[in-house]
C-alpha cells in the first residue's frame, strides 16, 4: 500500500485549509506533493471506483501528531464528500471519545501525557459516498499504562 510519513512541526502550518483540500481532490497519487489528503483521496477513490471498504492506518510513537492526522483525514472525507455536516463530522467523532479516555493518561518517558489507548475509527458512507455516521473503537495499548 501507499506509505506517507508525516513528522509533527508541533506548530499550526498553512497547508490544510480547505483550498489544499480542493487542491488535492480528484488527483492522481504522485500528481501533487506527499500529503495527508493524497492519501486520504486516493483511498476516498478507491472506496468510490471499487465500491470497497478502505483503510487509512496513522500510527507512530506518542506526540507524533496521529490525532491531528486522523482530523485532517476526516474533515477531508467530510468535505469532498459533501456531507451535510461538512467541517463537524472530525470534531462529533472524536468527541464521541467512550469515558476510558475520562480516566486519564499515563506518563511514559517520552510523553507526561501518553493516552493508554488505541482507537479505531469507522466512518460509514452511503451510496452517494457522502458520510452517514462514524463509530470509534477503544482498545488497551498496554496494560503496564494503566
Do not use: C
Not at 476510558?100 to 517520552?110: F, L, S
Amino acid at each position: 500500500g501507499i506509505i506517507l510519513v508525516a513528522i509533527n512541526p508541533y506548530k499550526q502550518l498553512p497547508i490544510y485549509g480547505d483550498a489544499i483540500i480542493h487542491a488535492y481532490s480528484g488527483q492522481n497519487m504522485g500528481d501533487m506533493d506527499p500529503h495527508i489528503f493524497a492519501v486520504a483521496e486516493e483511498a476516498y477513490k478507491q472506496m468510490a471506483r471499487n465500491n470497497k471498504n478502505q483503510s487509512v492506518i496513522v500510527s507512530g510513537e506518542s506526540g507524533a501528531g496521529k490525532t491531528v492526522s486522523a482530523r485532517y483525514t476526516m474533515r477531508y472525507f467530510a468535505t469532498v464528500s459533501k456531507s451535510s455536516s461538512n467541517a463537524d463530522v472530525e470534531d462529533k467523532v472524536l468527541a464521541s471519545n467512550p469515558i476510558t479516555e475520562a480516566v486519564g493518561n499515563a506518563k511514559t518517558t517520552r510523553n507526561d501525557n501518553s493516552s493508554r489507548f488505541g482507537k479505531y475509527t469507522e466512518i460509514s458512507f452511503d451510496q452517494s459516498f457522502q458520510i452517514i455516521g462514524a463509530n470509534m473503537r477503544t482498545y488497551l495499548l498496554e496494560k503496564s499504562r494503566v
